[in-house]
Each structure stands twice: as C-alpha cells, then as structure tokens.
C-alpha cells in the first residue's frame, strides 16, 4: 500500500528565529559602525584644514597656454582671493596690469559655502556619535541608540558630502554659466579700481584706439568683466571684454566690416546681449555663490550687412541686430531691484584656469569618504532589510 509520505512529515520551527538573528546582527553592525564614523570625523576634519585660512596661503599662477595674453598670479587664503598681480594683453582693450587689493579681498561663494557644509558635516557626526554611542554611565533614549536613527542621521552626512563635491565640480563645460553678468568681481576690488578713470582707451576691432570721456551723469561699465569660478576643483578666471548694447560705430570700422578687410572675433557669446550688473554686497565683499540669476538674451543671428544706425546705435558688427528700444533710467540701468544694470555685448572672451593642489586633494579625500560612507550606509540596508539592490539606493533618500 502506497504511504503519503508527506503528510507524514511534521515541520519543526528553527532554533533560531530570524528576527532574532537579525537584531543580533544589528547590534553588532551598530557597534562596528563607530570606527567607520570615527574615521569619517577625522578625514572631515582633514578637509576642514585645507580651507583653513593659513598664512601664507596657496600662490597659484595664470596663464593662458601657448600665448601670453593673460599672465599673472594669485593667492589664495582660506575662502578668499588676498592678493594678485595679472598682466593682460586683449586684442579689445589696452595692454593692462590688475592688482587685486589686500584690503578688499575676493570672496569665492562656492568655496564658502563648502567650508559651511563641512562644518555642518562634522557637526552632525559629532551629534550622532555622542547619541549613538554614548559615554559610560551616561543614559541615551531608545530613539537615538536605534538603527533607524544612525540611518537617518548618515543619509543627512551622505547629501552633505554630495553637495560637498559638487561646489568643487562647478558647472559643466558645456553650458553656459550666466551668473558673470551679475557676479562679476565689482571694480573697488582692484588698485585702481577698474573704469575709474574719467578718459579711457579702447581698441575697435580693426584695432584703432578710440578715446571717449566718461559722462558723469551715466552709468558706464568697466571695461572688463572679471569673473572667478570653481570647475574640476581648478580656480576658473573668465574674462570678457564689454561693449554697450547701445554704443554708436565708428564709421572705418562699418566699412571695413562691409568689405571684409576687419573681422569680429568669433566666441560663444558673440550674437548675445546681456544684462550687466556687478554685484557688491553690503559689506562691500564680492559673492560668486548663487546662479542662473539672469539668462542671457539671445539675438537671432543676421546675415553680415551693415544697415544704418537706429536711434538706440549699432554695436561693432553689422551681423548683431538693433535691440529694441526699452524703458530705461536716466543712468543708463534698467530700474528694478538690480541696479544700475545696461546691456553689453561681450567682445572678447577668454578663459584661464589654475589648478590648485589644497582644492585637488581635498575634492580626492571627499570622493573617499563618500565611497566609505555609501558602503557603511549599504551595509547598514541590507541588515535592516531596507536595501532595493540599485546603486546609490539605500532606504529612503
């Protein structure tokens, strides 16, 4: 007679249940995870020493490869630009020398804001190593000594550091930053300040110097927008020579244009109009921080024909059309909360970039916590049962 074997088989619980093996498992994870956070403190606070600002700071030099059109050095102290000497040789502009003022140094926002997030990182490990482990005889709450907590508390020290990187990171090459025409370092930053003469030179493109005497009454630009920005952990000068929107032409530079024998330089900003305000904040110190606050206006390209002048002129090239005309002030801005604010075309550009070996090493060592930290985050997932399996996904984020 055939016998069912299976029903004469009887199903025993295990010894070990796996909500037990799993808590003890947590606690043993939580208690190794101390080291891991001890160690993250530490290399923290080794980044923090790299933005420390230490005498006599990091010299760095610019110049343009293969040409000596930007040439010149600056120091960097902690956050800020102290000093610097660069010697410009334009085809715009006349031949220049800058000097940055030691007692109006250059404040770089994106290196600011990375020494205010890292001061909130080691902050934020020091809270949870005193919650999560804390000192004998002294008594911690359930809520802050759980696995849940310290989980909390590392994905808050996980986008700290990815925001972190990305300040070091900047803005990608292939866009474009519009943030110059309102974060351009202001003139008083400079000894002279820059545009503070009441009769400056200027080169047409057919390299013809013309004088025009600044009218007190208006608002004038500087010559040149000085702009510093961080990318790939380099030191980034942008320098871009300026021409009022409604600048009149001189007429041998027109023909020269219609017959060919003058060029405009050509750059990725050459057809735009942009709206130009240098920023100084109320103490008198330059931010670079905040971006995308004024988009560029872009201007359909034209054929290269010369027409005749409007009333509100025509700038260098007879490719460039006439802006319309709209409501300005008095002093040539525009009236709103920016300012003195007037439209330019930018002329020349160049970019220059300095590597600088405290802002390398310091973007390597936040690269190395944040690997550290995403294993012990994953790590942490898995035995709690939180982990999905996907790259970078570790509970909620």
């Known amino acids: 007679m055939d016998t069912d074997i299976s029903s004469s088989w009887v199903l025993v619980a295990p010894v070990c249940s796996p909500p037990l093996k799993q808590n003890r498992e947590l606690d043993w994870l939580v208690e190794e995870l101390r080291e891991t956070l001890t160690n993250l403190k530490h290399g923290l606070e080794d980044c923090y020493a790299l933005l420390a600002p230490i005498d ?17 050095t600056i120091t960097r102290v902690g956050t800020r630009i102290v000093k610097g000497t ?71 020290l996980s986008q700290s550091l990815s925001e972190a990187s ?4 900047g803005p990608p090459l292939t866009t474009s930053d519009p943030s110059w025409t309102t974060r351009s370092v202001a003139p008083s930053h400079f000894t002279p300040p820059l545009g503070s003469h009441p009769q400056t030179t200027h080169h047409n493109i057919l390299g013809q110097a013309t004088s025009s005497s600044s009218d007190k009454g208006a608002f004038s630009p500087p010559p040149l927008s000085f702009y510093i ?88 090239s007879g490719r460039r059309e006439a802006r319309p005309p709209s409501s300005k002030s008095h002093s040539g801005g525009r009236n709103g909360a920016r300012g003195d604010e007037i439209d330019v075309y930018v002329r020349e550009k160049v970019r220059v970039e300095t590597a600088d070996p405290s802002l390398l090493s310091l973007a390597s060592k936040l690269s190395a916590l944040g690997h550290t930290l995403a294993h012990a985050r994953r790590n942490l997932a898995i035995v709690m049962g939180e982990y999905t399996g996907e790259e970078g996904n570790c509970g909620e984020d």
């Open 56 to 72: 006599p700071g990091s010299t760095l030099v610019l110049s343009t490869p293969r040409n000596e059109i930007v040439k010149g």
């Open 229 to 316: 920005s961080i990318q790939d952990s380099c030191i980034v000068l942008w320098l871009r020579s300026l021409e009022a929107a409604d600048a009149p032409v001189h007429f041998g530079t027109k023909l020269a244009l219609a017959i060919g024998t003058a060029r405009r330089l050509e750059h990725d900003e050459s057809d735009r109009v942009f709206g130009f305000c240098c920023n100084t904040d109320e103490t008198g110190h330059h931010t670079t921080h905040d971006t995308n606050l004024n988009p560029p206006k872009t201007l359909p390209r034209r054929p290269s024909v010369i027409t005749s002048t409007t009333e509100t002129g025509i700038p260098l």
């Open 166 to 169: 990305q300040f070091l990171k």
């Open 86 to 156: 660069i010697h410009l040789r334009l085809r715009t502009v006349p031949h220049q020398t800058l000097t940055i003022n030691p007692d109006h140094p250059i404040h770089l926002g994106a290196l600011t804001s990375l020494h205010t997030l890292l001061t909130h990182s080691i902050d934020l490990l020091n809270l949870t190593l005193s919650y999560s482990y804390p000192a004998e005889g002294t008594v911690s709450s359930s809520e802050t000594s759980s696995p849940q907590f310290l989980a909390a508390q590392l994905r808050l």
